[in-house]
């Protein structure tokens, strides 16, 4: 699949000096829902910012549908729709209004019928003339999506689109994201919140001090880094793990009714099948068998944590 | 050249000036007439003509000018600082807008409310006093530069601005100035040689003298001369403009 948003050594230095973004590449595919997953501060921000226009790059290069964001910079902008992490809308103006400002921004026609349809999507309907400074803050967040897609953009970006809204919104946003990617829309997402990049995302980047640690697909990742945990249920509780199996490093549960074993769900030796003779040879009689996929979270946190 | 984009700025800006329509319209209705009970009653009755207008009509020019430039410069300012200072300017910089664009809209609509009042305080006026224009066409495009070339400098004060205080700051302390000392309520001819020199550095000076030119036929310095200035003075404006969206001056940063 063709790149829709290419990303090549892209540095943004602050005038203070503070390198926001070091030599930063990303490709992301046409189509795709790609979360940009990292600790605040990491540059999520700021690389949005940088592709749409809002922040000039120090160096390197940007395309957005193969126009660069700087020579080409109409074609470029005239994909991207952007909902900024901020709720930043004028207050006293109308939400049809600034909707409608949004689109003739673009520079496209009048459309109300189009605009109409996209406030009953977003449950803005009963809201439309009413001003904004009137609305909830879970409001704001709809009127802010949709002036982004009031020109039909064909690439999405949401920065922290669900920070500090309620379950239902976050629920509807995910909804919206769904069906957009069915109509083509690429979307680029970022978050700090890890089951939304694992509810969402085709694929996950993680960003930490201006660097893309790593893009992988969501599954891959997960198999890849993952972690799987086999905690058997004894038939018996055991006062103490036998001396034989300390190699294994198991874990005892609290009654001792349990015990739990680490291993790389990837390696080429889990190790299994050793630990359940070795257990066997120890007199252990075993009840029940559960293995559990780290999640997303574990992950995160595991790559993060580790000096780059 | 994206016009759609240039429509939707300026209708919005548009919108917000009809929002405070009695404001906007009511208080330069007041000032113009407390301005002609006092230089036009008061004081004009012991002023004879100046070079042989009626000193009622002859302070006309400048108090539309002083009206029109302060407001074109408010207008334009506060229209693009509210933006930065409520955040929803990243809309504008995320458009696939030029800096021409965003600069026709905010400034056209700051020119437009500008034009406005400049035309409402021209019709109180002709209630106080008698009126002539000898020039009209030449009287038009005085306004309009004037509308045009003040909002520009708005605009600039307004991405220069990085508080609400600096945005007073220049209206205030170098504007006002500058357009009282302009000869809005004098002729610079009624000075002593030192500071009509002076005056000359003035660049409203020119303005109010072309300005009063198109009604009386008289002015101070040759039309030509004033024509020049608001030009030139445009023009500038507009380079700084140009550089600042170059190189996202206080703006992509």
């Known amino acids: 699949m063709a790149a829709i948003v290419s990303v090549k050594n892209l540095v943004k230095r602050y005038d203070g000096g503070f390198e926001a973004l070091r030599a930063v590449n990303l490709e992301i595919e046409d189509g795709e829902i790609i979360a940009l997953l990292g600790p605040n501060g990491a540059g999520k921000t700021t690389l949005i910012s940088t592709i749409c226009g809002i922040t000039n790059a120090t160096s390197g290069s940007i395309t957005v549908g193969g126009h660069d964001v700087v020579r080409d910079f109409r074609a470029a902008r005239a994909l991207i729709g952007l909902v900024p992490q901020e709720v930043n809308l004028e207050p006293f103006e109308t939400v049809l209004n600034t909707v409608r400002f949004s689109r003739g921004l673009f520079g496209k026609p009048r459309n109300d019928a189009f605009l109409d349809g996209l406030l009953r999507d977003l449950s803005l309907d009963d809201k439309r003339d009413n001003k904004i400074m009137t609305l909830s803050g879970g409001m704001k967040r709809r009127v802010l999506i949709a002036k982004a897609l009031s020109h039909d953009p064909r690439v999405l970006f949401l920065d922290e689109p669900t920070a500090g809204v309620d379950v239902e919104l976050r629920q509807d946003m995910w909804r919206i994201v769904e069906r957009l990617r069915q109509n083509g829309v690429t979307i680029i997402l970022t978050t700090h919140y890890i089951e939304e990049a694992e509810a969402i995302a085709d694929r996950i980047g993680v960003i930490a001090k201006g660097e893309i640690l790593l893009v992988e697909e969501k599954s891959a990742l997960m198999t890849r880094m993952g972690q799987k945990e086999l905690t058997i249920e004894l038939q018996h509780p055991c006062e103490a793990i036998p001396e034989a199996l300390t190699a294994y490093n198991l874990e005892r549960s609290a009654d001792g009714c349990s015990i739990t074993y680490r291993y790389e769900a990837t390696g080429d030796r889990t190790g299994i099948t050793r630990l359940l003779n070795d257990l066997a040879a120890s007199g252990l009689h075993m009840k029940d068998l559960e293995t559990k996929q780290s999640s997303l979270e574990e992950i995160f946190v595991g790559l993060v944590k580790e000096p780059a | ?253």
């Open chain 2, 1 to 253: 050249m994206n016009f759609a984009a240039i429509k939707a700025i300026y209708l919005f800006e548009m919108a917000r000036f009809f929002r405070t329509l009695t404001q906007s319209f009511v208080s330069p209705v007041i000032s113009t007439a407390l301005y002609f009970v006092v230089f036009g009653a008061a004081i004009g009755s012991r002023i004879q003509e100046v070079e042989g207008v009626s000193y009622g009509a002859f302070i006309v020019p400048g108090l539309v000018m002083l009206s029109v430039m302060t407001q074109a410069t408010q207008n334009a300012s506060f229209g693009i600082y509210f933006p930065k200072f409520i955040g929803t300017i990243y809309e504008l910089l995320s458009a696939p807008v030029s800096f021409l664009e965003i600069t026709i809209g905010y400034v056209g609509a700051a020119a437009t409310k500008a034009l406005f009042i400049g035309v409402v305080i021209l019709v109180t006026a002709t209630f106080f006093v008698d009126l002539t224009i000898v020039s009209p066409l030449a009287m038009i495009a005085f306004l309009v530069l004037t509308c045009v070339s003040f909002a520009l400098l708005g605009f600039i004060i307004g991405i220069w601005a990085g508080n609400f205080e600096q945005l007073q700051l220049i209206p205030l302390l170098v504007i006002t100035p500058l357009v009282f000392l302009g000869g809005s309520f004098y002729s610079i001819s009624m000075l002593p040689p030192v500071w009509q020199t002076i005056s000359l550095f003035n660049p409203v000076v020119y303005l109010v003298s072309g300005f009063r030119w198109s009604f009386f036929g008289v002015a101070d310095l040759p039309i030509g001369v004033s024509l020049l200035a608001i030009t030139s003075f445009t023009v500038l404006c507009l380079a700084i403009i140009w550089w600042i969206f170059r190189t996202g001056w206080r703006i992509r940063n």
